[in-house]
């Protein structure tokens, strides 16, 4: 008995071992693949600021040619140079709060949240679209709670369409990670929760953006109060 139960843990390390090294080659080949396409590829023509920093825009910096002459470079990173404003979007939450006997409707009740508010980057000329959507979504809420006439009553709540422009959206970064950039980043977010909310005003952004071979581009932002 002890013997098969040996074997059969030798069979499993010996295939973590192999899938452990098919996961390595894969990573590899992909790591040598964007090496060399990135080196390969024509560099963009990047502008800097007066103390050398990359500049970027919302429509190049996750171009492969920007990748190429960011790689070819010693600092790895650039800034987006956009007049850019970070706003916090609310969301429609369940809610009973106020409503006797809630559990009995057959429709739900909802109410606009900001305990955890998206954390969105926008150009500062879509503020008022962004505002707009906002008004659009107390709106829809308030007219959802009041079509809730009865017991009875089956009514689907009917969300505004979003704007389409280009937003970023931030995530708070993990606790462990004790960079200078990501402490800035975090406090960003934690400001923008508080104080912007109502439009884009005081939170125009600083946006960092760093770059690797995986994945996409690591965008961290700073407001400037």
């Not at 452990?20 to 023509?45: K, N, R």
């Not at 920093?53 to 956009?82: D, P, W």
């Not at 950039?181 to 960092?208: D, E, F, P």
Request: net charge positive; proline share 3%.
């Amino acid at each position: 008995m002890s013997k098969k139960g040996s074997i059969i843990d030798r069979m499993i390390e010996a295939a973590i071992s192999v899938l452990f090294l098919i996961v390595l080659a894969i990573l590899s080949m992909i790591s040598v693949f964007w090496y060399a396409a990135f080196y390969i590829m024509p560099q963009a023509e990047l502008p800097r600021a007066n103390d050398g920093t990359f500049m970027v825009n919302t429509e190049n910096y996750r171009q492969f040619h920007t990748y190429s002459r960011i790689f070819h470079s010693t600092s790895g990173s650039a800034e987006l140079t956009e007049k850019l404003v970070l706003r916090s979007i609310p969301s429609a939450v369940k809610t009973c709060d106020g409503i006797r006997n809630c559990e009995n409707y057959e429709s739900t009740f909802y109410k606009i949240d900001y305990s955890t508010p998206k954390s969105m980057v926008i150009k500062q000329s879509d503020d008022a679209k962004v505002s707009e959507y906002v008004k659009s979504l107390k709106d829809a809420v308030a007219r959802h709670n009041q079509s809730i006439q009865s017991f009875n009553s089956k009514v689907e709540l009917d969300l505004p369409d979003k704007p389409d422009i280009f937003n970023f959206v931030f995530n708070q970064y993990e606790s462990g990670t004790k960079s200078a950039a990501n402490t800035k980043h975090n406090s960003a977010l934690s400001y923008a929760q508080r104080s912007c909310r109502n439009n884009g005003q005081g939170c125009n952004v600083k946006l960092t953006v760093s770059y690797s071979y995986f994945g996409f581009p690591n965008v961290a932002a700073q407001v400037r109060r």
